[in-house]
């Protein structure tokens, strides 16, 4: 089935250390979503990107639609104790109904 | 934003017996919902594509007669979780997406352990 790549797995920062994560594809999607997940919580959204090259801000969080459309990253500047969490990629495929296929996750631990 | 409403959070229940979890949009129709299980620090797994007044569609090596999904009005679809077995224990999340927008929100998620 399609897969998404999501990298890396986990993370041990500094609090006030910045924060990247990717996702890469073989296949082209129409959005990228980025969600949090807190422990024993659905996940919530945190930033939604339609136009391939889209870059978006929320906060300190900052996400790319890549320009082939196959890729999305997302950054976290200052990173702060409650960043803590499992940061989930997904996309919707071109063509398809609107389900998600969602990355395996980077789980961010932050030292204060 | 877009909420979505997941009921129960948290349900224990013997082997055997049916569990029924809601999933409903508050402040938009959803002409689709979706139903993902998600194991101990696993990703998402979608099981199905919940349609408003027809059948689900169900991803490969979900048994549908297990996990009975209802999609009944425009904010409301029900995951039924039939004769459950302590395999059956899991994190159940629904999303339902909101076309004015093309994003998909999600359900707060329900715990769902089989004794």
């Known amino acids: 089935g399609q897969q998404l790549n999501q990298s890396p797995q986990s993370m041990f920062i500094q609090e006030g250390e910045d924060v990247s994560m990717n996702c890469t594809s073989s296949?082209?999607?129409?959005?990228w979503l980025w969600y949090k997940q807190d422990p024993g919580e659905g996940p919530v959204l945190l930033i939604a990107?339609?136009?391939?090259?889209e870059l978006t801000s929320n906060g300190r969080l900052t996400a790319q639609f890549g320009i082939t459309r196959k890729d999305s990253f997302l950054n976290i500047s200052a990173s702060i104790p409650s960043d803590v969490g499992i940061y989930f990629c997904?996309?919707?495929?071109?063509?398809?109904?609107?389900?998600?296929?969602f990355g395996k996750g980077t789980k961010l631990s932050v030292k204060p | 934003g877009a909420v979505v409403s997941q009921h129960p959070s948290r349900v224990i229940c013997k082997s055997g017996t049916s569990v029924k979890i809601e999933c409903r949009s508050l402040?938009?129709?959803?002409?689709?919902m979706f139903w993902y299980r998600q194991f101990p620090k696993q990703s998402l797994m979608l099981m199905a594509t919940?349609?408003?007044?027809?059948?689900?569609?169900?991803e490969q090596g979900v048994e549908k007669d297990k996990f009975l999904i209802n999609h009944a009005s425009l904010t409301l679809s029900t995951l039924t979780v039939t004769s459950a077995h302590p395999e059956d224990s899991s994190f159940y999340i629904c999303?339902?997406?909101?076309?004015?927008?093309?994003?998909?929100?999600f359900g707060q998620g329900t715990r769902l352990t089989v004794v």
């Open positions: 999303s339902a997406r909101d076309e004015s927008y093309e994003k998909a929100f």
């Open positions: 296949s082209i999607f129409n959005t």
């Open positions: 990107l339609y136009k391939a090259g």
């Open positions: 997904a996309g919707q495929l071109r063509g398809s109904q609107g389900n998600l296929i």
């Open positions: 402040d938009f129709q959803a002409t689709t």
């Open positions: 919940s349609n408003e007044g027809s059948k689900a569609t169900y």
